[in-house]
């Protein structure tokens, strides 16, 4: 049976949360009988917990509720809305789990300027700290399955997509196969598949050597796309057109021009 409290002056105690009226100390208080529920809003300056278990839990079932809602007032100084520390090296500091299917897990909504005068934010920012460090900044993988129980699984969804100016900009998919200037949803059609885009004056350029190993197999056909299949065999640059006439374009020191 839930019990009608409220609170007027002073301070109360709940399990392992204090609840001190500002200016003045939290007074110790006999040992709750229960969870401590309240038919009313109770407000506070501040609520503090130090426990060796679980310090707090919210759980809501309402469709239009948040179930926590954290609010930094200030609009300067360097107050932020969530600070979350661990100390524990054995795990994550934060764990996040959700069930979507048309949003992701975490959401992050940058609100700008239309003035432009935010270049130096950024939607997320990473800081690897510590000289020395071996941590990786972005590390995506599947769930390692156990041997003979459960299976491996992985995404056949992008693993990464930067999307803008509708188009794909840089996207990774779930086949391991990279795409830059795609249009949005296209799949590429080889390992790495750049696409032109219009006043750009090339598609790939390189400030230095390009290494071109031996294909380990040999082509022999274009796709319906057209062109043609630049590559090396025993050290010789070929091409091959599109009607299936191989040139060499340089030939190995062991051999010469066909």
């Known amino acids: ?9 002073g301070g109360f105690t709940v399990g392992a949360v204090t609840v001190a009226a500002s200016g003045a100390a939290a007074a110790p208080a006999a040992a709750a009988p229960g969870p401590g529920d309240f038919d ?22 309402s469709t239009t509720d948040n179930a926590v809602t954290v609010i930094q007032g200030a609009t300067s100084g360097g107050g932020v809305a969530l600070n979350i520390v661990s100390h524990n090296p054995e795990d994550s500091a934060v764990y996040l789990t959700g069930r979507e299917r048309k949003h992701g897990t975490l959401k992050i909504s940058h609100i700008g300027d239309k003035d432009g005068n935010d270049a130096g934010a950024a939607a997320i920012s990473i800081e690897l700290h510590t000289p020395g460090t071996a941590a990786q900044g972005i590390f ?47 799949n590429p059609w080889a390992q790495l598949h750049v696409v032109q885009q219009q006043g750009v ?40 057109g599109s009607g299936g006439k191989v040139t060499v374009i340089a030939a190995s020191s062991a051999s010469s021009p066909a």
């Open 1 to 9: 049976m839930a019990v009608d409290r409220r609170l007027f002056l």
């Open 40 to 61: 009313t809003l109770v407000t506070a300056p501040g609520f503090r917990a130090d426990s060796t278990v679980t310090a707090a839990s919210f759980r809501t079932t």
């Open 140 to 186: 995506v993988t599947g769930k390692k399955g156990v041997p003979g129980t459960t299976p491996d699984t992985h995404t056949t969804g992008n693993l990464i997509c930067l999307r803008n100016n509708g188009r794909d900009e840089f996207v990774v998919k779930g086949s391991g196969r990279v795409g830059i200037g795609m249009g949005v949803g296209s």
């Open 201 to 240: 004056n090339s598609a790939v350029m390189v400030e230095g050597s390009v290494r071109v190993v031996d294909a380990a197999t040999v082509p022999t056909a274009v796709d319906q796309r057209g062109g043609g299949v630049l590559y090396a065999e025993d050290g010789a640059l070929k091409w091959l």
